[in-house]
């Protein structure tokens, strides 16, 4: 542990812009859940008819999870922001363990600290603390938020750290899968994984009478399953605690156990001959990003099944509620619900879609700093060499020498 302080301050000083983001819109968000209830279900009638409504609708249950308690604001804020706020919790510890793991690793930075005096899990530990002590900022951020605005505090707290237990359990997720593969992507891939299994059964459990307890394995279901403001369920903030402390014990282990820069997953060799696609700029892109728009596709289509399948339901959802009507007329722009709901939702497509254009344009940036570009624009593109002097297109040497004939000079 040689050393974990330090790497705690520099991993701090690395994400002092990108962790008070997390932590401010994590945080903050439900809190603005509490004014929307308010106004967009005034009266007793209104939130009796969305409690109906939304407790027996499967497909709102898939999305948002079961509906305890619509008829507070605290229920609501608890129901409508519980599952995606863990969510992105989630998803904040991922990558911010993987970055300051093994995606240190990958660019050779830890090896260098390494050959100082750190220790060997030092680097583990502070992307540990840090991850783990975002998650609880963003709970307690969720609590006194929802507490200032004048929801009761003893369940605003309970939700709050429910939401940090997720984030502290896909920690110990992220902590062990940086240990298993070579590189940060694979490692966030498997980590993501393990998101969409937790989501997948999270689904499947909430929407269904007979497989219930299919939730219980889902970190990203806990948080709702504690059900604040209705039983306030304390006890299941056991839950990710141990799960962070079993898993993460596991990382601590097989850290010990690997070369540094190795995983413990074998990497399958490529071919010997790399194909003719290959030869061209455009099969060169298609190679690095099939994996991920693949991935996307598959989540799109995922996406645009779980809303079509609210659609279905959303007129008896919002059934007799002037104001929820008019607010989905005014984002759709159309006169039906259906219509009206399913063209407010192309916001989120668009969202969707322009997270991956920025993480597929990135790539290019990611190729120059792991210094794979250069051998390639070297080897295979003619560019000048100075003054009066080109490049062989073919060899890369100037053309002083005689390694080429004439018909190839650049």
Same mark, same amino acid.
């Not at 219980?216 to 306030?232: F, G, I, M, N, R």
């Not at 624009?377 to 295979?380: M, N």
């Given at each position: 542990?040689?050393?974990?302080l330090?790497?705690?301050?520099?991993?701090l000083?690395?994400?002092?812009v990108?962790?008070?983001?997390w932590?401010?819109?994590?945080?903050?968000?439900?809190?603005?859940?509490v *004014?929307a209830?308010?106004?967009?279900?005034?009266?007793?009638?209104?939130?009796?008819a969305?409690?109906?409504g939304?407790?027996?609708n499967?497909?709102?249950?898939?999305?948002?999870g079961?509906?305890?308690?619509?008829?507070?604001?605290?229920?609501?804020?608890?129901?409508?922001?519980?599952?995606?706020?863990?969510?992105?919790?989630a998803?904040m510890?991922?990558?911010?363990?993987?970055?300051?793991?093994?995606?240190e690793e990958?660019?050779?930075?830890?090896?260098?600290?390494?050959s100082a005096?750190?220790?060997?899990?030092?680097?583990?530990?502070?992307?540990?603390?840090?991850a783990?002590?975002?998650s609880?900022?963003?709970g +307690?951020?969720?609590?006194?938020?929802?507490? #200032?605005?004048?929801?009761?505090?003893g369940p605003?707290?309970?939700?709050?750290?429910?939401?940090?237990?997720?984030?502290?359990?896909?920690? *110990?997720?992220?902590?062990?899968?940086?240990?298993l593969?070579?590189? *940060?992507?694979?490692?966030?891939?498997?980590?993501?994984?393990?998101?969409?299994?937790?989501?997948?059964?999270?689904?499947?459990?909430d929407?269904?009478a007979?497989?219930?307890?299919l939730?219980?394995?889902?970190?990203?279901?806990?948080?709702?399953?504690?059900?604040?403001?209705?039983?306030?369920?304390w006890?299941?903030?056991?839950?990710?605690?141990?799960?962070?402390?079993?898993i993460?014990?596991?990382a601590?282990?097989l850290?010990g156990?690997r070369?540094l820069?190795?995983g413990?997953?074998?990497?399958?060799?490529?071919?010997?001959?790399?194909p003719?696609?290959?030869g061209?700029?455009? %099969?060169?892109?298609?190679?690095?990003?099939?994996? #991920?728009?693949?991935g996307?596709?598959? %989540?799109?289509?995922?996406?645009a099944?779980?809303?079509?399948?609210?659609?279905?339901?959303?007129?008896?959802?919002?059934?007799?509620?002037?104001?929820?009507t008019?607010?989905?007329t005014?984002?759709? #722009?159309?006169?039906?619900l259906?219509?009206?709901?399913?063209?407010?939702m192309?916001?989120?497509?668009? +969202?969707? *879609?322009g997270v991956? %254009?920025?993480?597929?344009v990135l790539?290019?940036?990611?190729?120059?700093?792991?210094?794979?570009a250069?051998?390639v624009?070297?080897?295979?593109r003619?560019?000048?060499?100075?003054? #009066?002097r080109?490049?062989?297109?073919?060899?890369?040497?100037?053309?002083?020498?005689?390694?080429?004939?004439?018909?190839?000079w650049?």
């Open positions: 542990m040689t050393g974990t330090a790497l705690i301050r520099l991993a000083r690395r994400d002092r990108v962790l008070p983001i932590i401010v819109l994590l945080g903050l968000i439900p809190v603005s859940g *004014a209830y308010e106004e967009l279900f005034p009266d007793a009638a209104s939130r009796a969305l409690s109906a939304a407790g027996s499967p497909s709102i249950a898939v999305l948002f079961p509906a305890y308690d619509l008829t507070t604001a605290g229920g609501f804020t608890a129901w409508r922001f519980g599952m995606f706020t863990a969510l992105f919790t998803l510890a991922v990558f911010t363990v993987t970055r300051h793991t093994r995606a990958d660019s050779g930075r830890l090896e260098l600290l390494g005096v750190v220790g060997r899990r030092a680097a583990l530990t502070a992307a540990v603390a840090v783990g002590g975002a609880l900022v963003i +307690l951020v969720i609590g006194a938020g929802l507490t #200032g605005a004048g929801v009761d505090a605003s707290f309970l939700f709050g750290l429910g939401i940090a237990g997720t984030g502290l359990a896909f920690t *110990a997720i992220s902590a062990t899968t940086a240990q593969t070579e590189y *940060a992507r694979s490692a966030n891939g498997l980590a993501t994984t393990a998101m969409g299994v937790a989501f997948l059964l999270r689904g499947v459990g929407s269904t007979t497989l219930t307890w939730s219980w394995l889902s970190p990203l279901a806990w948080p709702q399953l504690a059900k604040p403001y209705v039983e306030d369920r006890w299941v903030l056991v839950l990710p605690v141990g799960t962070a402390l079993v993460g014990g596991l601590y282990v850290v156990r070369d820069g190795a413990f997953l074998p990497q399958r060799p490529g071919p010997a001959r790399a003719a696609s290959l061209g700029p455009l %099969g060169l892109a298609w190679r690095l990003q099939r994996g #991920g728009l693949i996307w596709a598959i %989540g799109f289509a995922v996406v099944a779980v809303f079509g399948s609210i659609a279905n339901g959303i007129a008896d959802l919002f059934d007799g509620n002037q104001q929820m008019e607010m989905l005014r984002m759709g #722009g159309a006169d039906a259906v219509d009206a709901f399913l063209a407010s192309t916001g989120t497509f668009g +969202l969707l *879609a991956y %254009g920025v993480q597929a790539r290019m940036r990611a190729e120059e700093s792991g210094v794979r250069e051998p624009l070297a080897a295979g003619a560019g000048s060499a100075g003054p #009066g080109t490049w062989c297109s073919r060899c890369s040497v100037p053309p002083c020498c005689s390694r080429c004939p004439g018909s190839r650049a």
